[in-house]
């Protein structure tokens, strides 16, 4: 489990413009906000991205920088770009499962078609400018994922409220 307050750890990924997205050389004016989603089989998740890329706009503002990652393949996170229109949200995929498990993502095996042989369940990870973690929801299915509006939200009233980073005890 990764702790508030504690450095986050590596991430590499391809994106589906083919180019490369590296962390640790993200330079977000305060956050880097990582949406993990589960592919291109999860209803869920096309509601969620589509919503994230509506907002990518209202996170920069906010100088967060924004990311969606899964562990679909390149041609199925290219197709949930195409299928879902999420425009220009930054979608990372080829995410490993030891990756998957180091952020601490459920890891789930297909129980129906057309899901993947292995998949992680979603997560957010709201990351400081300094590489440390703010906060975090972690989901063991695809229901009740923080909704991005109350994120807005949140991060605002963090900012002006200058909120510390709680749980990491």
Excluded at 53 to 63: I, L, W
Excluded at 74 to 80: D, I, N, V, Y
Aim: aromatic content about 10%; hydrophobic content about 35%; some cysteine.
């Amino acid at each position: 489990m990764i702790k508030p307050k504690n450095k986050v750890p590596e991430l590499q990924l391809d994106l589906i413009n083919d180019t490369k997205w590296i962390l640790e050389n993200q330079k977000p004016e305060k956050y880097t906000l990582i949406v993990f989603y589960r592919g291109l089989h999860c209803p869920v998740c096309k509601k969620q991205l589509q919503d994230l890329a509506s907002k990518t706009e209202d996170f920069k503002s906010r100088g967060v920088n924004v990311i969606a990652v899964s562990m679909d393949t390149e041609k199925r996170a290219k197709l949930s770009a195409e299928k879902w229109e999420t425009g220009d949200l930054p979608i990372g995929y080829g995410l490993s499962e030891d990756k998957a498990r180091e952020w601490g993502l459920y890891i789930s095996h297909s129980v129906k078609d057309p899901e993947p042989e292995v998949f992680s369940e979603p997560g957010m990870f709201l990351i400081r400018a300094d590489g440390t973690l703010y906060f975090s929801s972690i989901q063991t299915m695809p229901f009740a994922r923080p909704e991005l509006d109350a994120v807005l939200k949140a991060i605002d009233f963090v900012e002006k409220e200058d909120y510390p980073a709680r749980g990491g005890k």
